[in-house]
Nanobody, 115 residues
Framework: QVLLVESGGGLVQAGGSLRLSCAVS????????MSWYRQAPGNQREWVAR???????NYADSVKGRFTISTDNTKNTVYLQMNSLRPEETAVYYC?????????WGQGTQVTVSS
């Protein structure tokens, strides 16, 4: 069982930045991949970014160059640095962990980008 707790969401103006955090209940080194997803009202949940246990990162085209996913293994925490935020990126952001082919979700953190 892997527990995930997101934090760092809030209200920000368009063009602003936020850093989301995801605290992981187990050693990140035991996790195959950590990802961030987001879900806007009325929309399906969409993948945003992923980092593997080997440190490889991937991003959705819509966030490339603006978002950065990273980990602090000493704190078992995953981060999502979000810059140049857009109003259409208003959503609940979720952390996801893949361990031994089992996926775990956090409860989500709300990000609201005002125009």
């Amino acid at each position: 069982q892997v527990l995930l707790v997101e934090s760092g969401g809030g209200l920000v103006q368009a063009g602003g930045s936020l850093r989301l955090s995801c605290a992981v209940s187990t050693s990140i080194s035991s996790i195959t991949a950590m990802s961030w997803y987001r879900q806007a009202p009325g929309n399906q949940r969409e993948w945003v970014a992923r980092i593997t246990s080997g440190g490889s990162t991937n991003y959705a085209d819509s966030v490339k160059g603006r978002f950065t996913i990273s980990t602090d293994n000493t704190k078992n925490t995953v981060y999502l640095q979000m810059n140049s935020l857009r109003p259409e990126e208003t959503a609940v952001y979720y952390c996801h962990a893949l361990q031994r082919s089992i996926g775990y979700w956090g409860q989500g953190t709300q990000v609201t980008v005002s125009s």
